[in-house]
Structures are given as structure tokens and as C-alpha cells.
């Protein structure tokens, strides 16, 4: 089945600087890859998609990135703010319909902003 | 629209003892999953849901077990409870033609 391995598994920066986070997958045939922020006692929360067909998206100070050759995608925050202070989470699925939905989910990063 | 409820939010059992988490969406939502969130663990799959009447294993499917009987409800089911399901456990809902999931409040499980 799919593995999706999530790094670093803590990460710290000063409130304005960027934080990146990284996942890899092992299944080719994966084709969905969200993002989930989730705040200390609170439900994971969608926050940015990517699907195969694109390699890049944006909305706002949160980007993804997607290599497909390479088989990992990337998280990026800009100017963060102490309230981007929260576990994220990467997961991967094959997206499609049927069981093929199922998301598998990397371990987690807690990023603390410091103000 | 209520999304996705589950209840209760809190329980303690004592090992041995059965229970059954409450997991309900008002989104005519097809497929449905139970995860159970460990520190450090991420989110693993226990059981998912097609469409009402079918449902199949996921990562951790031991000692659970699920039905779908409507659209509506899935609930999730610890036959004889053990110290390691000592979990929070967050249920989740997708439509057929969207890829987002939607996850439940979540329920913390203690079993002592």
C-alpha cells in the first residue's frame, strides 16, 4: 500500500520567515495530495490541494509544489504568523472514485512560530 | 448543514467493555472513514465506507468492526476493549465527484 513519509517532524521559526515541509509517497498511481492543519483539540482542517495533473499551487501565503518524477511534494508558508502555529499533516490517495479514495497520511509536523 | 457529528466527545472504559462511537453527516456525503490519531502517528485508516452497505478494512482494522446501514451514519465499534485503543478517533466523509474530506469533532477514547 502507499507510504507517505512527512519532514521534519517539528520546525520553528521567527514570526515573518518562511517554513517549508516536505513529504514523499511511494504508490505512482497517487494522484491527490492534501494539506490538513490541525490546532491543539481542534478537527484537521483542509487548507491547500494539489492533483498530478498541476505542479504547483497558491493561495494566498501557502503554496504546493508537486514532483511526480520524484515522487514528493512540498508545503510552503510564507510571512508566517504565530497563529500558522499547528500540526500540518500531508496525506496522498489515488483520488479517484471507489476505495481508491482512502487517504494515507505522513506523521505530522508541529511548526511553532515564535512572535 | 451540520457536516459531520460524532459522539460522545469524551469516554472512559474499563478494558473488556463495549462501546459504540457515533459518527453521522447531513451531506448525502458516499464515502465515509474512521481514523484513529496516536502522538506521533498521524492518522490511521480503521475502516471506510463506499456507500451504504459496503464497508472494508483499512490500516488498523483489529478490534473494530463497522456497518453502513444508511448514507447518513457510520458508527464504529470496539467489541472488548483494550488499553492500546487508548486513541482520539475522528470520523471523516467525502462525496463521489469532490476529493475533499471533511472530518468529524473527533472522540477521545480512554480505556483504563
Known amino acids: 500500500g502507499e507510504n507517505v513519509e512527512q519532514h521534519p517532524s517539528t520546525l520553528s521559526v521567527q514570526e515573518g520567515d518562511s517554513a517549508v515541509i516536505k513529504c514523499t509517497y511511494s504508490d505512482s498511481a497517487s494522484n491527490y495530495f492534501p494539506w490538513y492543519k490541525q490546532e491543539l483539540g481542534k478537527r484537521p482542517q483542509l487548507i491547500i490541494d494539489i492533483r498530478s495533473n498541476v505542479g504547483e499551487k497558491k493561495d494566498q501565503r501557502i503554496a504546493v509544489t508537486l514532483n511526480k518524477t520524484a515522487k514528493h511534494f512540498s508545503l510552503h508558508i510564507t510571512e508566517t504568523q504565530p497563529e500558522d502555529s499547528a500540526v500540518y499533516f500531508c496525506?496522498?490517495?489515488?483520488?479517484?472514485?471507489?476505495?481508491?479514495?482512502?487517504?494515507?497520511f505522513g506523521k505530522g509536523t508541529l511548526l511553532t512560530v515564535n512572535p | 448543514n451540520a457536516g459531520v457529528t460524532q459522539t460522545p466527545k469524551f469516554q472512559v472504559l474499563k478494558t473488556g467493555q463495549s462501546m459504540t462511537l457515533q459518527c453521522a453527516q447531513d451531506?448525502?456525503?458516499?464515502?465515509m472513514s474512521w481514523y484513529r490519531q496516536d502522538p506521533g502517528m498521524g492518522l490511521r485508516l480503521i475502516h471506510y465506507?463506499?456507500?451504504?452497505?459496503?464497508?472494508d478494512q483499512g490500516e488498523v482494522p483489529n478490534g473494530y468492526n463497522v456497518s453502513r446501514s444508511t448514507t447518513e451514519d457510520f458508527p464504529l465499534r470496539l467489541l472488548s476493549a483494550a488499553p492500546s485503543q487508548t486513541s482520539v478517533y475522528f470520523c471523516?466523509?467525502?462525496?463521489?465527484?469532490?476529493?475533499?474530506?471533511?472530518f468529524g469533532p473527533g472522540t477521545r477514547l480512554t480505556v483504563t
Open positions: 496525506a496522498a490517495s489515488k483520488g479517484s472514485g471507489g476505495s481508491n479514495y482512502k487517504l494515507t
Open positions: 465506507s463506499v456507500g451504504a452497505g459496503i464497508t
Open positions: 471523516a466523509s467525502r462525496g463521489s465527484l469532490a476529493y475533499e474530506q471533511y
Open positions: 451531506m448525502n456525503h458516499e464515502y
